[in-house]
Nanobody, 123 residues
């Protein structure tokens, strides 16, 4: 059974930084794509960043240059380094994984999801 566990969320002031982590358990596919999504209250869920097993990354435009997605294969962990945070980045952040490669703008819904971690940015 695949389990994704996010951590690292919190409250910061605008301009601050946070690093989210997502530990993956039980995922046995060699080919995969992992990504970060977020959902703010009253808004639709949106893709933030993805990375696949070839190391190819995608980002939504609003986070380009501020967020960096990375992975540590030895630890089966996905990261999202978030710098220069803005109040509009406030949301619940989820990580997801799937054998199918998807991008930050894709409509594809990954099969496996974490429980989410809250990020709150105050002005």
């Amino acid at each position: 059974q695949v389990q994704l566990v996010e951590s690292g969320g919190g409250s910061v002031q605008a301009g601050g930084s946070l690093r989210l982590s997502c530990a993956a358990f039980g995922y046995t596919y060699n080919i995969y794509c992992m990504g970060w999504f977020r959902q703010a209250p009253g808004k639709e869920r949106e893709g933030v960043a993805t990375i696949n097993s070839d190391g190819i990354t995608t980002y939504t435009d609003s986070v380009k240059g501020r967020f960096t997605i990375s992975q540590d294969n030895a630890k089966n962990t996905l990261y999202l380094q978030m710098n220069s945070l803005k109040p509009e980045d406030t949301a619940m952040y989820y990580c997801a994984v799937d054998p199918f490669s998807f991008g930050a703008y894709s409509d594809y819904v990954p099969n496996y999801w974490g429980q989410g971690t809250q990020v709150t940015v105050s002005s």
